[in-house]
């Protein structure tokens, strides 16, 4: 129990400060009531990989993002280019 309540307090804490959102804050408090973390280091560390996992995906979304509109862009001046082409050639 005492361990449950430490686990509790740290995770409430980092939830104040702004370190964990509500999200990830309620994956990990159900994980401590399962007994998944033996100590507060494993939960920090836990907290530190989630947090990485998360800002990774964060960033690929935003690459694909990026791609996709790079790639529209690209699409857009060959259709341009296409019909400049296209209307050039009829007009010779």
């Not at 033996?38 to 694909?64: G, P, W």
């Not at 509109?69 to 007009?91: I, P, Q």
Request: aromatic share 4%; no cysteine.
């Amino acid at each position: 129990m005492r361990r449950m309540r430490i686990l509790r307090r740290l995770l409430q804490k980092m939830r104040d400060a702004k370190k964990i959102d509500k999200h990830i804050y309620h994956s990990l408090y159900m994980l401590a009531k399962g007994n998944q973390f033996k100590n507060k280091r494993v939960l920090t560390e836990t907290i530190h990989k989630m947090k990485s996992d998360r800002a990774k995906e964060r960033e690929l979304a935003e690459q694909a993002i990026a791609r996709k509109a790079r790639a529209a862009k690209r699409t857009a001046r060959r259709e341009l280019r296409e019909v400049k082409l296209t209307s050039g050639g009829e007009a010779q």
